[in-house]
């Protein structure tokens, strides 16, 4: 029987005693923290004293340093949990432990870079409060995410187009976990750019293909750029380049350089529109959208009979909101006529089947991650 995850604002409790902290951070995309769940208790009940004595039974030291983030919970819960540090320092320090109460200047949750530095996974105590309705899980870090690995293959690789836009390699991890690939399947980026989503899926999975093309030469050309210096880094290994090819196409002429029926995945992000100033009216964005949309249709139609029977899709459709305007693509109807059906992957998680949005704050742009199989 499958476990269902409890989600908690951007939090989220999963019962499985078999996992394996560091292999799942290191395929993990949007996760920045994992951690074992050590009690659950009524949040009502939950003190500091509770919390010291958490401490007391994994000692680590007379002089140590702790963080604490609350996720999720009614206003009123959040107010009570936050409390709980400073009263956590004086608990400590009536035991005889001097403590360090550890914050980040930006944010209420204590950043993943912090945990690291401090060594809290090892020598101190990261707690993660997840309010859960009248009940409270109180978890311990184990894990986090290693921001300079991420960076390196973001910023470092020689072949960037800031203006052209760049998907995230997180985003990108992301999008490749949501595809579901075996060993056996051939992934396809039909818009590869420079090379992010091949980049990760040829470090996440074990697929016998990762192809990628692009209308413009100059794209194409980076992204066998980057993944050379990938190789020459040692972040992908040389029988990782071997299943790793690019090609020139525009999608409308895939069929001349694949067989029908032998794409199992494709995985991209697809035009975003021009850069967007912010003043754009109305009229404007939905120009955008409708350009967006025209693509789309093109995109579905040239690649279903590329697409082995089942083959998944995830995509990118994007959302433009200046100070005058928005305008949304959505085609969850349309797909239907084009011979796919759209897939949530929160199906069963939760109660609202909301869909799966990507967006930074003061971004004009919005991600809409969607999930396609073919019927």
């Known amino acids: 029987m499958t476990a269902v995850p409890r989600l908690m604002a951007n939090g989220c409790v999963l019962e499985d005693a078999g996992w394996d902290g560091e292999d799942l951070m290191d395929r993990l995309g949007g996760t920045v923290k994992l951690g074992d769940v050590v009690l659950t208790m009524p949040a009502d009940d939950l003190d500091a004293d509770r919390l010291a004595d958490l401490c007391a039974e994994r000692p680590r030291g007379k002089d140590v340093a702790f963080g604490c983030s609350v996720v999720g919970g009614t206003p009123g819960v959040r107010r009570s949990l936050e409390r709980l540090p400073l009263h956590l320092k004086r608990a400590l320090k009536s035991r005889g432990i001097k403590s360090r109460w550890v914050t980040s200047k930006d944010s209420p949750a204590l950043s993943p870079a912090a945990v690291a530095k401090l060594q809290l996974m090892t020598k101190g105590y990261d707690f993660v409060l997840l309010a859960d309705g009248k009940d409270v899980h109180i978890g311990l870090t184990t ?14 690789r020689p072949a960037r187009d800031d203006e052209a ?110 850069p967007l100033r912010g003043s754009e ?6 120009k955008n959208r409708e350009a967006v949309e025209r693509l789309w249709r093109d995109t579905l139609t040239s ?26 693509v959505k085609m969850d109807d349309e797909v239907v006529t084009l011979g796919y059906r759209v897939v949530n992957p929160l199906a069963g998680w939760d109660d609202t089947g909301a869909p799966l949005i990507y967006h930074r704050e003061g971004q004009k742009v919005a991600r809409r991650i969607v999930v396609l199989e073919k019927v």
């Not at 894990?143 to 470092?156: C, E, P, T």
């Not at 009216?281 to 939905?286: S, V």
């Not at 590329?306 to 459709?317: D, N, S």
């Open 143 to 156: 894990n986090v995410q290693d921001a300079d690995a991420w960076s390196a293959r973001d910023y470092g």
């Open 281 to 286: 009216p109305q009229k404007q964005l939905d």
């Open 303 to 328: 690649l279903h009979p590329l697409l082995a029977p089942g083959a998944r899709l995830v995509i990118v459709w994007p959302s433009f909101k200046t100070s005058t305007g928005l305008a949304r």
């Open 165 to 274: 836009g760049m998907l995230p390699p997180k985003l990108a991890r992301m999008m490749v976990n949501l595809a579901r690939v075996d060993d056996s399947m051939t992934v396809l980026d039909p818009f590869c750019g420079s090379g992010t989503v091949l980049m990760e899926a040829a470090l996440a999975t074990s697929a016998a293909q990762i192809i990628g093309s692009d209308a413009d030469a100059k794209q194409a050309d980076a992204t066998d750029q980057n993944t050379d210096w990938l190789v020459a880094q040692g972040i992908l290994t040389p029988d990782d380049r071997a299943r790793t090819k690019t090609f020139v196409s525009d999608v409308k002429s895939l069929g001349a350089h694949l067989k029908p029926k032998t794409v199992d995945r494709v995985v991209t992000e697809g035009d975003l529109g021009p």
